[in-house]
């Protein structure tokens, strides 16, 4: 499940799903810029960071102010002469020139949403003070959106959440097997080079060509990481860094889906409490362990028969995966009485799709699978590993755990062209956290914290939901740290805890 503006890391396929196309194609967002002189032994880079932009109107349906060029980058930075890519990005110029202290570039998440827009977005509301004192940078990382973008001819079963359940890991296991072999035959050459690495390095070019000496930056979710990326990378080079829902850099990623589960679990135990209080507006049980009972009876239920509820024919495990992080309280007992209320009916679901397996444009998770697979060597290749940590995390995490655990694609996958990223510097960065998100645990945001010394971190308490800064209507608490961080350059002199609610 995903939070607003697609700013999640996917928990494992389901986020994923965007369905089917056909093969892979690497291509630019429209003609390649004119290139400068030839690079040299001191300056490889410099055809790149020197190159000049053709500027053009976004779409005719956002503001002409907004701006569209292509950044023309290698495909492999080991070999800046070869084969290159276009990277598409946005400008949102600040509004006042008076003001204007650099640029901001944003990053949605991920891996593999796209984030041109991101400037004019309408879910993303940026404070009056920033948009004043920064130039918006919107881009998409390569191979998402219209930059080099990837697409494997995923099947939308391809895509699917598929849990572990012994009577089907066979089917899983080749499942994932074939997901890897269509985007090795489509793009083999190129699949190792979409990488996080290599998308902070696109970044640095972004940076030069924008005439830039340093760059601020708002990451949400996955975008946190390639955030931190950067900053590993490109130390001095780093002005104001915020990132929004941060993940763990030591648990990329198969450790990163499994703590999804563990939080997963503590959230259920949250809600139980919370709707058992609430029984006569829900009217879901009295008590903790009744709640729990409704819940896993329409999860029994719905793997028997699949209900009928908001034209979708829900199993017992898309039930499961729709609720795995309770992102809100009220959201979720409405939604856990509706289901209620549909499978009381007895009618039986003959009509509607299965959301996991709708079929639309994969590239999403192609791109997503690509970059998951390729940043970290640590992927088990031996399929029995999966299977016992699959069953042991079931038993663990009944929510979410045979989930988390599951065969990927990355056992089969082609190793990506570098080593993770150590993330270990002192960078100064304010980073942002719910107390409640189960997609970025607060205990990963703090694993960030420790990675970068040189952070801060601000606590919601209370908080909800995965993604915290600048939803519609704004001016929540930690709007107001951020954009103080943002306008000044000041970091709060210690770690910070707010309310989920608070005003300015």
Request: net charge positive.
């Amino acid at each position: 499940m995903r939070d607003r503006n697609t700013r999640s890391i996917p928990l494992r396929t389901a986020a994923l799903a965007t369905a089917a196309a056909s093969a892979l194609v690497l291509v630019t967002a429209c003609a390649a810029p004119e290139r400068p002189g030839p690079a040299t032994a001191k300056d490889p880079l410099r055809r790149y960071t020197q190159q000049p932009l053709q500027w053009k109107r976004c779409s005719e349906k956002e503001p002409a102010a907004f701006r569209c060029a292509t950044v023309e980058v290698p495909l492999d930075y080991r070999d800046p002469g070869g084969r290159t890519i276009g990277i598409a990005i946005s400008r949102l110029r600040a509004g006042s020139a008076k003001d204007r202290h650099g640029v901001l570039l944003l990053n949605p998440g991920g891996p593999g949403a796209p984030g041109l827009n991101l400037p004019v977005d309408p879910m993303t509301t940026f404070p009056a003070e920033v948009k004043r004192r920064f130039d918006l940078v919107g881009f998409d990382a390569r191979g998402t959106g219209r930059s080099a973008p990837v697409s494997c001819g995923l099947t939308g079963e391809e895509q699917a959440d598929h849990p572990y359940k012994e009577g089907t890991f066979a089917k899983d296991v080749d499942r994932a097997r074939t997901v890897a072999a269509k985007c090795r035959a489509a793009a083999g050459d190129e699949l190792p080079r979409l990488t996080t690495r290599n998308s902070a390095r696109d970044m640095d070019v972004i940076r030069a060509v924008l005439g830039e000496k340093k760059i601020s930056y708002l990451g949400y979710s996955y975008g946190t990481y390639l955030g931190a990326v950067y900053t590993q990378l490109f130390p001095r080079r780093v002005d104001r860094v915020v990132l929004d829902s941060a993940t763990d850099p030591t648990r990329i990623y198969r450790g990163m889906f499994q703590d999804m589960a563990k939080a997963a679990e503590r959230a259920f135990t949250r809600w139980a409490g919370w709707a058992a209080r609430r029984h006569t507006t829900y009217g879901l049980g009295g008590t903790p362990a009744e709640v729990r009972r409704t819940f896993w009876d329409l999860v029994a239920r719905a793997d028997r028969e699949p209900i009928a509820f908001e034209g979708q024919r829900l199993t017992g495990d898309d039930i499961r995966a729709d609720n795995s992080t309770f992102f809100h309280l009220r959201t979720a007992a409405e939604r856990i009485a509706g289901l209620k209320r549909a499978a009381g009916t007895g009618n039986p679901a003959r009509s509607g799709t299965a959301g996991a397996a709708e079929e639309s444009d994969d590239g999403y998770a192609s791109a997503a699978w690509s970059y998951l697979c390729a940043d970290t060597r640590t992927w088990p290749h031996d399929p029995e590993r999966y299977r016992r940590e699959a069953i042991r995390d079931t038993a663990r995490y009944p929510l979410y755990g045979d989930f988390a655990s599951a065969i990927t694609p990355c056992a089969f996958w082609e190793p990506g062209s570098e080593p993770q990223t150590t993330i270990d510097n002192g960078a100064g960065a304010l980073i942002v956290q719910n107390e409640w998100d189960s997609q970025t645990p607060l205990f990963a945001g703090r694993a960030m914290h420790r990675a970068l010394r040189g952070s801060r971190m601000l606590t919601v308490a209370d908080g909800e939901g995965h993604g915290v800064l600048y939803a519609p209507g704004g001016g929540s608490c930690a709007d107001t740290a951020a954009t103080a961080y943002l306008t000044t350059g000041r970091l709060p002199a210690e770690d910070l805890t707010c309310r989920a609610g608070a005003e300015r």
